[in-house]
Every structure is written in structure tokens, then in C-alpha cells.
């Protein structure tokens, strides 16, 4: 897994039609059914990537997954969370395409959130980090539980969509997150938890970067100033992330830079011209050029697109 490049599924549309689903009725958001699926993902490539969230309550699933670089622990657990960008495998053997897979998956795209107070907070529940690498287990009443917010969140966008629909659905799942943040620490006080350190100080690391002045004073943070700051090495931190994320460091750098972008197009009034200067860029249109090759949008298309 580690030297293979991932297949990376872009969007929710495209996630659908690999697994023999219908359209999505939403482009940023949709619920599976997984007994709807009809293509098993027995021929699929050794490691794959989301540009978007998914969370996964799945039963009869006897198969190996591979989640950054270590095995994913489904011994008891039945729900898991993966960030957009996270590299995850599955080895599925021949006899275990056999027994079909029932549950529901949760996928939900980065910008059905960039407009709303969650796009930040989603960020800080930990079981979508590399560092949690168990799946969760909830009894019967709480899987009922969170199934039936699954499906709420599901007739809301079925039905007409209206000024109050994108409310109602991110409160649901809002409502989801937490359920599963308390299930989670209850799990963690009996299960061992494992911390993959360097990665966990990385995202602090960029955290408070990006969340100070220091990209106004001090601009990106650069690939040396990040290796030297974990007592790493940069083409030895390079392979980590690449073997983890799919990424290399400046690419993750990048990525959260785009992220920080998107929170202050969506979110305020600043001009592009201000935005770029925050985000510690000397030259506005060095800005708009990166974030063009990084969405295949302008700062103002992608602003538009909320208005």
C-alpha cells in the first residue's frame, strides 16, 4: 500500500456509479443503504482515497482494512470515520465476497459544510484522525440510534429543498458527531487506544500556525521549519505523510492552507486581496493561482457559489 499511488474518488457522484448506485440525489451529501450496492469492492485498488467524509456503520464485514499505515481494528466495532484525503485498503479473499455487507454509509462533501460553524469544528473529533485505529462498537439500541438520524438526514434532502433544509441536516449531523464523540471516550476507557505521534503533532503543529498571525508575519511554514520542529527529518516526515495521506509535506501544507481559504470565503467579507494577505501571500493573484489549481475554482467563483 505504502508504494502504490491511491485511487482517489473525487466526488459523491463518482463513488455511486463505482459501486452501481443511482445519481445521488445530492451532490454534497447522500446516505447508502449498503444492501442497495451491487458492485463488492473484491477487484478494487489496493489503496483508495475520499475527497470527502465518510462514516460507515457496516455489518458482516469480515475483511482486513489497512488505515494509514496499520491495520484497522473491526474485531468489535462496527461504525468508522475517514477524513477526505485519508489513504484506507481493503483486502477482501474470494470467499468473503460471499457474504454481503449490510449497514449504512454517510458521505458528506467538505463543501456542504465551507458555509456553516461546523466546516471548523468537524476538524476537532478525533476518531476521523490516523490516530484512532479501532472501529467503534455501540450496542443495538444505539446503532437503531444512529440509523434513524441517518435516515432523517436522508428524507430531509429527498424531500423539497428549501432555505432550512441545509440547517436541519447539518444539526442532524451535528447530533451524529457528538453521539459517536460519546461512544467513542466510553470505548477508549476499556480499549487501548494508539496515538501515531508525529502525524498528531503535525496537525497541532499547522493548527496554531494557521490559526495565529504567523502567516501574516512569518508566511506558509516550510517543509525544513516543519521537520525541524518535530526532530525529523523532511524527506523522512515527506515519506510518512505520503505513506499515510498519499501526500507529500508541502502538499499537506497546501491542503490546509486551501482549507483556511475556503473558511474565510465563505465565512466573511474580506476581499481576495485581504484573504491572500492573512494568509501570509505578498502578491493577491500568487494566491488565486494556487487556489485555482488546487479547486478548479477562482476565490470569487468559489465564493459565488454560496450566494
Known sequence: MERNK??????????HRLRGLPKPEHPLISVVNLESVK?????????????????????????????GQQQYDFDEGIMFFISPSQVFGIDVEKNELLTKPSGWMLLIHPDFLWN??????IKQYEYFNYSVNEALHISE????????????????YRSNIDKFSQDVIIAQLELLLTYSERFYNRQ??????????????????????FNSYNLMTKGLPTVQYIANTL?????????LLKALTGQNTQQHIHDKLIEKAKEKLS?????????????????????????????????????????
Open 141 to 156: 439500541k444505539e446503532e437503531a440510534m444512529i440509523i434513524g438520524i441517518m435516515q432523517n438526514m436522508e428524507q430531509e
Open 116 to 121: 456553516t460553524p461546523l466546516a471548523k469544528t
Open 188 to 209: 477508549f476507557i476499556t480499549r487501548k487506544k494508539t496515538n501515531h505521534q508525529i502525524l498528531g503533532r503535525l496537525e497541532k503543529l499547522l493548527a496554531d500556525h
Open 231 to 239: 526532530n525529523v527529518s523532511p524527506s523522512y516526515l515527506s515519506g
Open 6 to 15: 491511491p485511487l482517489v474518488i473525487k466526488t459523491i457522484s463518482e463513488f
Open 39 to 67: 458492485h463488492l469492492p473484491g477487484n478494487q485498488p489496493t489503496s483508495l482515497a475520499f475527497d470527502f467524509y465518510s462514516i460507515s456503520l457496516k455489518r458482516n464485514f469480515n475483511t482486513k482494512v489497512k488505515y
Open 267 to 307: 465565512t466573511t467579507d474580506l476581499s481576495v486581496s485581504e484573504i491572500a494577505y492573512e494568509l501570509g501571500f505578498e502578491h493577491s493573484q500568487s494566491f488565486s493561482k494556487l487556489f485555482k489549481s488546487k479547486t478548479k475554482q477562482s476565490p470569487l467563483e468559489f465564493r459565488q457559489s454560496f450566494n
